[in-house]
């Protein structure tokens, strides 16, 4: 069944909209004698405490403990909403993988409040709230949804004073809507071939070494990087990469398509160029 995925500034009522959304599609649901489970996912269930976010190994680990849950929890009898901060747009897209691999309708809906107000809720929070220094490090690295990307699509921004979120909207987006196929991407099937984890550690890894090779040769934002092993090509940011941030997005792509791939070798290259395109915007 669904995913739905909650996102805003860290502070900006997050948890009170997936409330409100779970109670509405509990009461839809009863109403029209259907018989689904609703798992709300939040950082306390996960025992994610605020303090994570000032170290970045534990904030990662408190992104994967999410990740981790929504693909435990996503099943046909379940709809999962992920109330967390899910700041990142590649993690994200990651979510939005997980959903597409099991054929089921995702939404994102986003809890939108001015920075000044969060400060401001923040601040009156006391010990309960977020460190200062933390909390605008965290609003500064926020990446806002944009609905005309596929994985934070359809998109439903609510404004903290509204009381209401777009209930029948969100009803007809996950409920109603058709469930989209499985994407080369997604497919989830056992890796049966022993050359392809060996490709696709082959693969991915000289892809990186030409886009390094490419800034190096070329510098920055000088157009779009011809890699081998793949017809698309690597946006060529406006800044300079660094050789452990493409390792490490090489990680997790390795990581999620070793058990979420098709075992089509042809179609490696060109899923990771579209992978880094989303994580180096």
């Known amino acids: 069944m669904p995913l739905i995925i909650v996102t805003g500034y860290p ?14 599609l ?39 403990a999410m990740l981790s849950a929504v ?24 979510l939005y993988c997980v959903a597409r691999a099991l054929s089921t309708p995702h ?17 009156a929070r006391g010990d309960q709230g977020y460190q200062s220094q933390v909390l605008d490090e965290l609003m500064t690295r926020y990446e806002e949804p944009d609905g005309r ?19 029948e909207a969100i009803w ?14 997604t497919v989830s099937k056992p890796v049966s071939d022993t050359n392809y984890v ?6 991915t890894l000289e892809i990186i070494n030409g886009v390094m090779e490419a800034q190096r040769d070329f510098g920055t934002g000088s157009g779009p990087i011809v890699v081998a092993n793949a017809t698309n090509k690597v946006v060529n940011p406006s800044r300079n990469l660094t050789l452990s941030e493409l390792r490490r997005l090489r990680k997790q792509f390795v990581s999620i398509n070793k058990i979420r791939t098709t075992l089509d070798i042809s179609r490696l290259g060109d899923l990771f160029v579209e992978f880094l395109n989303t994580n180096l915007e």
């Open 149 to 167: 990307n596929r994985w934070d699509a359809p998109l439903f921004t609510v404004i903290y004073d509204d009381e209401s979120i777009p209930s």
């Open 198 to 203: 060996y490709e696709l550690d082959r693969i």
């Open 107 to 123: 939404c994102v809906l986003h809890s939108g409040a001015p920075a000044a107000k969060v400060k401001e809720w923040n601040q």
């Open 26 to 64: 509990t009461k839809r649901l009863a109403d029209e004698k259907k018989s689904f489970k609703i798992q709300v996912i939040n950082d306390d269930d996960l025992h994610i405490t605020k303090d994570m976010y000032s170290d970045p190994r534990e904030e990662k680990k408190a992104r994967m």
């Open 11 to 24: 502070g900006s009522g997050k948890s009170r909209r997936a409330q409100q959304v779970a109670a509405y």
């Open 71 to 94: 693909e435990r929890s996503l099943n046909k009898e379940t709809i999962v909403i992920a109330d967390g901060m899910n700041y990142i747009k590649g993690f994200r897209y990651q």
């Open 172 to 185: 007809d987006a996950v409920i109603m809507k058709k469930p989209p196929p499985p994407n080369m991407s």
